[in-house]
C-alpha cells in the first residue's frame, strides 16, 4: 500500500512564503515567528515543528533566497556563444535582479544588514558570492581563454562589485541613471582582458 506524500516541502514553502511577505513589509526584525504563522496561515506550532526556532527559520530563508540568486545567475549564462553568454551574464547583473528574484530589493538589504552582524548569516551568504564569482569567471575564461584563471577571478569580484553596487544605488537613488552605465564599466573591465596573455612563457 502507497503511503500518502508528504506535505512537509509544500508547507516548509507556504511559510518561507510568508516570511518574505513579512521580511518585505515589515523588516527581518519583526519578522516573528507568530507573525509568519498568523501570514501563512499555520499554526504557531506548525511553523515551529517545520523549523524548530526562528534562528533555524532565518537561516532556511536566507539558504533560500541565496539559491534563487544563484539559480539566476547560471540561467542567465545563455547564448550560441562564449560571447553572447558573457554578454547576457553581464545585462543580468546589471539588471534589477533583487527586485525581481526575491521579490523585493528590501530583502535583500535586509539580510545584508544582518550578514553583518550574524557570522553564520555572513557565511551562506558570502557563499552565494563565491558561487557567483565562480560562475562569472568561468564564463569570462571562456572568452578570453589566454588571461590567467586568477586574472579572470579578480575581474569577475570587480564586476560583482559594481553590479552590485549599482544595484543598491539605483534601489534608493534617481531611476533615470541608466543601467547602460553600469554594464559600459563592466564591459570596461572585460576590455582589458583582451591584451592579457598570461601563458606566454616568460622571457
Same mark, same amino acid.
Not at 515567528?33 to 501563512?40: F, T
Not at 545585462?91 to 535583500?108: A, E, H, T
Given at each position: ?6 506535505? /512537509?516541502?509544500e508547507? %516548509?514553502d507556504?511559510?518561507?512564503? &510568508?516570511? #518574505?511577505?513579512?521580511v518585505?513589509?515589515? $523588516?527581518i ?5 507568530r507573525?509568519?504563522a498568523d501570514q501563512?496561515g499555520?499554526?504557531?506550532q ?13 537561516l /532556511?530563508?536566507v539558504m %533560500?533566497?541565496?539559491?534563487?540568486l &544563484?539559480? #539566476?545567475?547560471?540561467?542567465?549564462i545563455? $547564448? ?5 553568454e558573457?554578454t547576457?551574464?553581464?545585462q543580468?547583473?546589471?539588471s534589477?535582479r ?10 535583500g538589504?535586509e ?18 558570492y563565491e558561487?557567483?564569482?565562480?560562475s562569472?569567471?568561468e564564463?569570462?575564461s571562456k572568452?578570453?581563454p ?5 586574472r579572470?577571478?579578480?575581474?569577475a569580484?570587480a564586476?560583482?562589485?559594481?553590479t ?7 534601489g534608493i537613488g534617481?531611476l ?5 552605465a553600469?554594464?559600459?564599466?563592466a564591459f570596461?573591465?572585460?576590455?582589458r582582458?583582451?591584451?592579457a ?7
Amino acid at each position: 500500500m502507497v503511503g500518502r506524500p508528504s506535505k /512537509a516541502p509544500e508547507r %516548509r514553502d507556504q511559510i518561507l512564503d &510568508a516570511m #518574505e511577505i513579512c521580511v518585505r513589509e515589515h $523588516g527581518i526584525g519583526q519578522a516573528s515567528m507568530r507573525r509568519i504563522a498568523d501570514q501563512s496561515g499555520l499554526s504557531l506550532q506548525m511553523v515551529s515543528h517545520y523549523f524548530g526556532n526562528r534562528e533555524q527559520l532565518v537561516l /532556511a530563508f536566507v539558504m %533560500r533566497v541565496g539559491e534563487k540568486l &544563484a539559480f #539566476e545567475v547560471d540561467t542567465a549564462i545563455a $547564448g550560441a556563444s562564449p560571447q553572447a553568454e558573457l554578454t547576457s551574464l553581464i545585462q543580468f547583473l546589471c539588471s534589477d535582479r533583487y527586485k525581481r528574484i526575491p521579490g523585493n530589493d528590501v530583502i535583500g538589504r535586509e539580510i545584508w544588514g544582518l550578514a553583518e552582524r550574524d557570522p553564520d548569516i555572513r557565511s551562506i551568504v558570502w557563499g552565494w558570492y563565491e558561487r557567483s564569482i565562480g560562475s562569472i569567471s568561468e564564463t569570462i575564461s571562456k572568452v578570453y581563454p589566454t588571461a590567467a584563471p586568477a586574472r579572470c577571478r579578480e575581474t569577475a569580484y570587480a564586476i560583482l562589485c559594481l553590479t552590485e553596487a549599482n544595484e543598491f544605488f539605483s534601489g534608493i537613488g534617481d531611476l533615470s541613471r541608466p543601467r547602460q552605465a553600469a554594464e559600459a564599466a563592466a564591459f570596461g573591465l572585460l576590455q582589458r582582458l583582451e591584451t592579457a596573455d598570461d601563458t606566454a612563457p616568460a622571457s
